[in-house]
């Protein structure tokens, strides 16, 4: 069994690799390759790092919900980002230092982000033992909110600053944020440490809560640590390349069914692997077979709504 998974993820691995390649060489004008490297190079980081976010948050998001069709966009954090970057634009304009300053921006939202989701666990989760429940509840009437109170906001700014804004709100690979780059990848080896010994509990965590506190699981700290986690990893994909609604859905189930195992070290892996085989053979697709008439998002997004209809309809029977 152990062998069949490790095929599994070398074919994977392999897969990802031809793509990688395809992706970096393929109308290349060799003339111009420094130049062309250069930018390619970033994009592929960029998209490679934002595909292991959300595939790696999704999985634990679900684990911990024990739910397969939840995502992190349940607790509103996507719609908390494009709400950051609406009321920055509106307080201090599209040239305040906040917008031109990537890096700025980006510390700012990872902030403003982690501090709303420990809020929302500390109000919310330790007051019982079923509030998980409550908490997605919760989460997506603020997210449902936060989608209002953004929109009432950009009616109100001027129209030069919310081209600024708007640019931030669509997920789009060919716009990637790529300045970004050098500090979200620091924050991603920093994070590793500080749930790395934490995975091999989410083993025990899909039990259930019940059982996993019989089995000696400290249940809420390890809750309350994740969430920390999924909420700067969904920052950082979402600055990198932008909301994608129904990814992490798509990826995280397709490993679960491809793979068949409870262990989470190979669910993550498999996970990431296609996220990225997802995000970079479907940008090679986008821009070199359908030369731009479509944007990866839109298909992902109709892909994953449907995905996500028959999950309903394979849950309910």
């Known amino acids: 069994m152990k062998l069949n998974i490790n095929k599994r993820i070398y074919m994977m691995g392999l897969i990802v690799l031809v793509f990688a390649i395809l992706f970096l060489s393929y109308g290349i004008d060799m003339n111009h390759l420094d130049y062309a490297l250069s930018k390619r190079i970033p994009k592929l ?15 634990v998001f679900q684990t911990i919900t024990n739910n397969q069709i939840l995502t992190p966009s349940v607790l509103g954090l996507d719609s908390l980002y494009v ?43 330790e007051k019982g033992k079923n509030n998980i429940f409550f908490l997605l509840l919760v989460g997506m009437i603020f997210g449902t909110l936060f989608k209002s109170a953004s929109s009432f906001i950009q009616i109100m700014i001027d129209p030069n600053e ?10 789009s690979l060919n716009n990637m944020n790529t300045d ?37 699981v400290d249940y809420d700290k390890l809750v309350k640590k994740m969430i920390i986690a999924i909420s700067v990893l969904v920052s950082i994909s979402t600055a990198l390349i932008g909301p994608m609604t129904f990814l992490g859905l798509i990826v995280a189930n397709i490993a679960r069914e491809s793979i068949k195992t409870y262990k989470h070290t ?52």
Do not use: W
């Open 180 to 216: 970004i780059l050098i500090i979200a990848a620091i924050m991603i080896i920093a994070i590793m440490p500080f749930i790395y010994d934490d995975i091999k509990y989410l083993d025990v965590l899909s039990l259930g809560r019940e059982q996993a506190i019989n089995l000696g």
């Open 266 to 317: 190979y669910l993550i892996l498999g996970a990431t692997l296609i996220s990225m085989i997802t995000l970079i053979g479907g940008q090679f697709f986008v821009q070199h077979i359908f030369k731009f008439n479509t944007t990866l998002s839109v298909i992902i997004n109709f892909i994953g709504g449907i995905y996500f209809i028959q999950l309903l309809l394979k849950e309910s029977k």
């Open 45 to 59: 980081i960029a998209i490679a790092l934002g595909g292991g976010c959300i595939a790696f948050t999704t999985v």
């Open 83 to 125: 709400l950051v970057q609406t009321v920055i634009a509106f307080l201090f304009g599209s040239t305040s230092a906040f917008i031109i300053n990537k890096n700025y921006n980006f510390i700012i939202n990872v902030l403003i982000m982690i501090a709303a989701s420990v809020l929302l666990y500390k109000v919310l989760f």
């Open 162 to 171: 919310f081209l600024a804004v708007q640019s931030k709100m669509m997920a």
